[in-house]
């Protein structure tokens, strides 16, 4: 039992730091929280979730485990996971506080059949997606894990992902705390480092 603390604990970690990189659907989130009331917007994060939903189950059905049997594969994906990983961490310190400026980005009022297709397809289309849940279930996950087990850390993924994203729609529809909300981006600065040191965790595991 507590290998698989562990082993959540590692994969909990690097799921919320990576949900935290200003990337597209984070954006996209953005833009479409404050254009939409909160019951359309959280829409979006519905597509998302499921867009992350499916990569997961990719996994849990034997995707990373093709790779895993092969040394070859298998430092490959170790190292392109590692690099994706170094290269967001990396990004995430670049990262200016404009970047999540929507001044002037105006989405037309929505609904939440639209805006959860969009937020799948976003999501669904975006090849980081796909390398991140490879990379995670292959570098984090034992061989011996069982599947229900595995379930599990997939299942608190998409829940995760959902309840995280669905929470900023409706923090961004409060004015008071939208300020707030844009300005924690500073704060990524710190999950950049953290994320960088996962990154060379794994790379350090090759040699």
């Known amino acids: 039992m507590e290998i698989y603390l562990n082993e959540f604990m590692i994969i909990a970690v690097a799921h919320f730091i990576a949900l935290l990189s200003p990337g597209a659907d984070f954006i996209y989130l953005i833009n479409t929280s404050i254009s939409n009331k909160p019951k359309i917007a959280i829409g979006a994060s519905l597509g998302i979730a499921l867009a992350n939903g499916f990569y997961i189950m990719l996994c849990l059905l034997g995707y990373a485990t093709v790779f895993s049997q092969s040394e070859l594969l298998m430092s490959m994906i170790r190292i ?6 170094l290269y967001l961490g990396l990004m995430i310190l670049k990262t200016k506080s404009n970047v999540l400026n929507t001044n002037g980005v105006v989405i037309n009022q929505s609904t939440f059949i ?33 599947l229900m087990v595995q379930f599990i850390y997939g299942l608190w993924m998409f829940l995760f992902v ?7 729609v409706l923090l961004l529809n409060n004015k008071k705390l ?6 924690f981006v500073h704060m990524q600065k710190i999950m950049g480092v953290l994320l960088i040191a996962i990154a060379a965790g794994l790379l350090y595991s090759l040699f």
């Not at 392109?80 to 990983?85: A, S």
């Not at 939208?178 to 300005?183: A, Y």
């Open 114 to 146: 639209k805006e959860a297709g969009r937020g799948f397809y976003l999501s669904f289309l975006n090849p980081k997606i796909s390398i991140f849940y490879i990379s995670l279930f292959s570098l984090a996950i034992s061989k011996e894990t069982p």
């Open 80 to 85: 392109i996971g590692g690099g994706y990983l």
């Open 162 to 168: 959902f309840a995280w994203d669905s929470i900023l």
């Open 178 to 183: 939208k300020d707030k909300i844009l300005s």
